[in-house]
């Protein structure tokens, strides 16, 4: 193994969650007043918080963004995840074999809030290769495209982030692990809900890859 510890993103790389948190957004958004097309909305908002888009959502709608609205947000996304919520392919295989061969030394760092980490790790039977290890930039001054979740993340396990591989399917999640000066690998399965392969290796990963199920042997290589 040429890596020290592995440190996964949750959203579209361990669990395909994106769309249905995406589409619960793209119809409140429009409730509000800020139509938009599904495709206009996923190219916004993939891979970062919702607050952090405050100022234009906002504007859009012409209302501030309330706590109110914000847990409306949290329960529709919630029902959502728990009704339809897949792994993705590949996840189960890759989790376990690289559990074993890192002697647990890996981590999920995501952007998105723990409550919603947790739901959907537990959701897909990844919580336990985790447990203790869930990372959520919304606890932290800043989150992705900051580096600090993975920054802690590194720390956490005792592992420089040099000698870790972060494994991301967004743009703005690449951006988080550079800066944080890990290896970044590209998860491009194709379709909709995740960053396109040309866009990765534009944001500077040093591979991309589409089968989940590959990656041990990829960090091997």
Not at 115 to 141: C, H, M, N, W, Y
Request: hydrophobic share 50%; glycine share 10%; with cysteine.
């Amino acid at each position: 193994m040429k890596f020290d510890a592995v440190l996964f993103d949750c959203d579209g790389v361990l669990v395909d969650s994106e769309l249905l948190t995406q589409g619960v957004l793209h119809a409140m958004l429009g409730e509000a007043g800020w139509v938009m097309s599904m495709q206009d909305c996923l190219a916004r908002f993939l891979g970062k918080a919702v607050r952090d888009e405050r100022a234009a959502i906002e504007f859009h709608t012409g209302r501030p963004l309330t706590e109110d609205w914000m847990a409306v947000f949290y329960a529709r996304r919630n029902q959502a995840l728990q009704q339809h919520l897949q792994i993705i392919d590949g996840a189960h295989t890759a989790v376990s074999t690289l559990h074993v061969q890192l002697d647990g030394r890996i981590a999920c760092a995501s952007g998105a809030d723990r409550a919603k980490v947790t739901l959907q790790l537990a959701k897909v039977g990844l919580l336990p290769f985790f447990d203790g290890r869930i990372f959520s930039g919304q606890e932290l001054a800043r989150t992705k495209p900051a580096p600090d979740v993975y920054l802690a993340a590194a720390a956490a396990l005792g592992i420089t982030p040099q000698r870790c591989a972060v494994v991301e399917d967004s743009v703005t999640g690449v951006r988080a692990g550079l800066d944080a000066g890990a290896i970044v690998f590209g998860y491009a399965p194709g379709g909709p809900g995740h960053s396109s392969a040309e866009a990765l290796r534009a944001a500077g990963v040093v591979q991309v890859f589409s089968d989940m199920a590959e990656l041990p042997a990829l960090l091997a290589g």
